[in-house]
């Protein structure tokens, strides 16, 4: 089970879809929890772990793929309680009351690997200098779906979504001059969850490109 769970985190690193990574209820120790998330810095990428120390500090460590599956494995006999967040779904691996193991949710995290990953799934952070964004979080429908407030500031939680909204756009861009030229273009909405992409690529579109009369959506 061990070697299982650990495999899947490397695998959601891979793919580049993790959003944090938590480890807690230490069996001993003061570090009461740790925490990792998936950045980049001058095309290396790494996991970033946080370590919660007493007295209200921290200390961080980062961790690269070819060192992630022997640090993870020291530390997965330190913590029982281990919960991987991707853009996927979650697994969780814990010890129960009785002291069973028991793994959670990281069969169908598995399956879901195995299928096509798009770019709205990377949750990769970047720590080099700030991108231009696409967006800029003071768009109204950006307001209004809550990934920021009224100021346009993008909350901490929803900054994975806001670069992922803006990743997603920028390959829009991409195929932009293909589109046809006249005629009516049809933007179909298949209504799964809060339809981030459908308000920000109908934005994009109409306010970014051209004018609203030339698209329509359904």
Same mark, same amino acid.
């Given at each position: 089970?061990? !070697? ?27 570090? #009461?929890? $740790? ?6 810095? *001058?095309?290396?990428?790494?996991? =970033? ?16 793929? !070819? ?8 530390? &997965?006999?330190? &913590? ?10 979650? /697994?969780?691996?814990?010890? =129960? ?10 069969? /169908? ?10 770019? @709205? ?15 800029? +979080? ?6 209004? %779906?809550?990934? #920021?407030?009224?100021?346009? *500031? ?5 900054? +994975?979504?806001?670069?992922?909204? !803006?990743?997603? %756009?920028?390959?829009?861009?991409? $195929? ?8 009516? $273009?049809? $933007?179909?909405? %298949? ?7 459908? @308000? ?12 609203? =009369? ?5």
């Amino acid at each position: 089970m061990k !070697n299982d769970f650990l495999n899947l985190i490397l695998l959601c690193f891979r793919k580049e879809v993790i959003k944090k990574l938590v480890l807690s209820r230490p069996v001993e120790g003061d570090v #009461s929890k $740790i925490s990792a998330r998936l950045v980049s810095h *001058r095309n290396n990428k790494f996991l =970033s772990f946080e370590y919660s120390l007493p007295g209200n500090t921290v200390s961080q460590k980062n961790v690269t793929e !070819n060192d992630l599956f022997e640090f993870l494995s020291v530390l &997965y006999d330190r &913590y029982k309680q281990i919960n991987l967040i991707t853009t996927l779904g979650d /697994a969780e691996r814990k010890i =129960s009351k009785s002291g069973k193991e028991v793994l959670l949710g990281a069969d /169908a995290l598995q399956r879901k690997l195995q299928g096509s990953v798009t770019p @709205f799934h990377v949750a990769v952070e970047s720590l080099d200098t700030e991108k231009n964004y696409i967006l800029t +979080g003071k768009e109204d429908f950006l307001i209004t %779906l809550g990934v #920021s407030d009224k100021n346009g *500031r993008v909350h901490d939680k929803k900054q +994975g979504k806001f670069r992922q909204i !803006n990743r997603f %756009l920028e390959y829009i861009g991409d $195929i932009y001059d293909k589109l046809p030229q006249s005629g009516d $273009i049809v $933007i179909y909405d %298949l209504c799964s969850g809060k339809s981030y992409l459908s @308000f920000a690529v109908y934005y994009y579109l109409t306010e970014k490109k051209i004018k609203k =009369s030339q698209y329509d959506m359904y």
